[in-house]
DNA sequence: GTGTTTGTTATCAA
DNA sequence: CTTGATAACAAACA
């Protein structure tokens, strides 16, 4: 599930390969996946060129030379795949196979760049979409959809602490809401609160100040270290080259269901928080 | 055939 | 208004 740390891996990656060469080629192979019309979609990326990666939560946005920006949203199980031609003939590898994590066969979306350079937008299960907005439309997704940025100058424990007030929920639904923080899905919630030592089942507003802080330090801490990993591959995701990301060894309690606790001699647990699958120690997280 | 997986949104109920 | 619960979407897998 691509969260903050997959998809800001494949920013870092598009940076450095797509911006600057002009698009020479849309393909859409699956309209349901392009929110714009097919027609006006190709209209507006056709000889146009990226200038910029930018990314908000689990949204990337990709600036283009016309002053629009293509969002994409990987949602569940999304792949952006970036591959050259040079590459290719220089013995490289070529579009990841099907058994390396379903690719070909799920391609929805390709976009083809001067030079043999081409990104393929891949998703199983087509809960993803790509849409080509002005940078009016952007800005104000990026305002209304989001809330406080991990790893920006943002991120301060002023904004932070405010969030938690007059809140009667659940630590796991704080922590997944989009509009609360951005960026953290179902892995890195679960992971968050195993080094914050709190239990997910929490609610924000019984939680010590003690507590909150560790939350605030464990949200940045662990993500940055998934980034540096290039993120978790816990069913499809994938970089732009195609490759796993390194830092699913690393995961603590997520998918660790009755194996022993990193931390303690208890057994990690599976419960059901905010609707979805929950992992966590009973023992070290109170 | 059944249940499970989750990002996001919609809908309903308390 | 707030919150939680549930379904919906979609496709694959055990």
């Not at 393909?27 to 507006?44: E, G, S, Y």
């Not at 089942?201 to 507590?211: G, Q, W």
């Not at 490759?243 to 660790?256: H, I």
């Amino acid at each position: 599930m691509p969260e903050l740390p997959e998809v800001e891996t494949i920013r870092r990656d598009l940076e450095t390969k797509i911006i600057g060469h002009e698009i020479s080629a849309v393909i859409i192979l699956d309209d349901k996946i392009v929110q714009n019309r097919p027609r006006d979609f190709v209209k507006k990326l056709l000889n146009n060129k990226f200038i910029v990666a930018e990314r908000r939560g689990k949204l990337l946005a990709l600036g283009l030379a016309t002053g629009e920006y293509l969002l994409i949203h990987l949602k569940m199980t999304g792949q952006l795949i970036y591959q050259s031609h040079d590459k290719i003939i220089a013995g490289g590898h070529s579009w990841p196979r099907a058994e390396d994590n379903f690719s070909e066969r799920f391609t929805r979306v390709k976009i083809e760049l001067s030079g043999g350079r081409e990104i393929r937008f891949n998703d199983m299960r087509r809960f993803g979409y790509l849409k080509v907005v002005s940078a009016a439309e952007k800005e104000k997704i990026f305002q209304n959809n989001f809330g406080i940025e991990p790893l920006t100058p943002d991120f301060t424990w002023d904004n932070f602490s405010g969030l938690f007030a007059k809140r009667a929920i659940g630590i796991k639904s704080f922590l997944l809401n989009q509009k609360i923080i951005s960026g953290l899905g179902n892995i890195y919630a679960d992971e968050v609160c195993f080094h914050a030592g709190v239990a997910p089942t929490r609610r924000v507003d019984k939680l010590s100040e003690r507590e909150r802080k560790k939350l605030f330090r464990c949200i940045p801490s662990v993500l940055a270290l998934a980034i540096k990993n290039r993120g978790t591959t816990f069913n499809s995701f994938v970089d732009a080259d195609g490759k796993k990301g390194g830092f699913s060894g690393f995961l603590k309690v997520y998918g660790r269901e009755g194996e022993k606790c990193p931390g303690c001699p208890g057994v990690i647990r599976k419960i059901r928080a905010a609707g979805r699958g929950t992992h966590y120690c009973p023992d070290c997280q109170s």
